[in-house]
């Protein structure tokens, strides 16, 4: 069997609140491609419930699904109940989900929500990678899709949202991982020493501006969060124009703040952190140098 492509397609934050929440991400320049309750008969039911998803967009291919706890999975209620409000997984579009769990499981993953066919929209399952983060395998059938939106930078700030930074207890080795089983390319390596960071990218990059970064903790805020939970998914990753503006626009729209902008020596342009309304990291940098 040739091993599948997987394509970037969102990350999603278990969100106490997301019908209240999101109006602090609309205030922050982001769109709703899609809105999904749980009247919608065919989408996501089981015994246990139905779901309230909002996905939000901001100028990119890339997406942030935000999902209320009541309504998960029992595997999914375990993890809130350790983790609480947190970036639950990172979901992969491919072309045949069924084929991709011996894929994914003969390369040393674990499978947390087996394989599942969702009504005429979508089939999937959920695995967890080498150090436990979660990853989501999605196959879109029929015409079902989450819409895109407009590719480009939003706003007199430029801004875009880039994908996910996904904290690594040993990132040499979940690089390698990331590369040999999902099939990524490395677009920017700054490590040294095991430590740093790597832009990973799917084949449809660049045309598809989405990328995954594996990371050791580089700031207070990432060491406080990998002591507590361990390797996870910690930040959701910008780039902006006018990266002072957009950060303090941010703060404008009910981010918390962290630190304003300033010079992140690894990659060599200034980056500025938030927390968006479920406490999560946000990065919002400058544009890298060619
Ligand atoms: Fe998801």
């Known amino acids: ?9 969102h990350l999603c934050i278990f ?14 320049y982001h769109a709703i491609p899609a809105y999904y309750w749980e009247g919608i008969a065919d989408l ?3 015994g246990e ?4 998803y909002t996905f939000l967009a901001c100028g990119a291919p890339f997406q942030m699904q935000l ?4 309504y998960q999975f029992e595997y999914e209620r375990n993890w809130f109940a350790q983790h609480g409000s947190g970036i639950n997984h990172v979901c992969w579009i491919v072309p045949n989900a069924y084929d991709t769990v011996e894929h994914l499981q003969s390369n040393g993953a674990a499978v947390a929500m087996e394989y599942e066919e969702f009504g005429g929209t979508y089939n999937g399952f959920v695995a967890i990678d080498p150090e436990g983060r979660w990853v989501e395998i999605m196959e879109y059938v029929n015409d079902f899709k989450t819409p895109d939106v407009e590719f480009r930078p939003v706003g007199h700030v430029g801004l875009q949202t880039l994908g996910a930074v996904q904290l690594c207890r040993d990132l040499d080795s979940q690089v390698e991982w990331y590369q040999d089983v999902l099939g990524l390319r490395t677009v920017l390596d700054a490590r040294s020493d095991n ?51 957009a950060w303090a626009d941010a703060v404008a729209a009910g981010f918390g703040a962290i630190s304003a902008p300033a010079p992140d020596d690894r990659i060599g342009v200034r980056t500025g952190y938030l927390r968006e309304p479920s406490g999560n990291i946000v990065q919002v940098r400058e544009p890298l140098a060619a």
């Open 15 to 28: 969100e106490r609140h997301p019908r209240e929440s999101m109006w602090n991400w609309l205030r922050w």
């Open 49 to 52: 419930g139905g779901v309230d």
């Open 67 to 70: 999902e209320a706890p009541p």
């Open 44 to 46: 996501h039911h089981t």
């Open 195 to 245: 430590d740093g960071l790597v832009y990973l990218a799917d084949p449809a990059y660049p045309a598809r501006r989405c990328v995954n970064v594996l990371a050791t903790p580089g700031t207070d805020a990432e060491q406080a969060m990998m002591a507590e939970h361990g390797p996870v998914i910690s930040s959701i990753l910008y780039e902006a124009a006018d990266v002072d503006q």
């Open 1 to 9: 069997m040739a091993a599948p492509t997987y394509q970037l397609h």
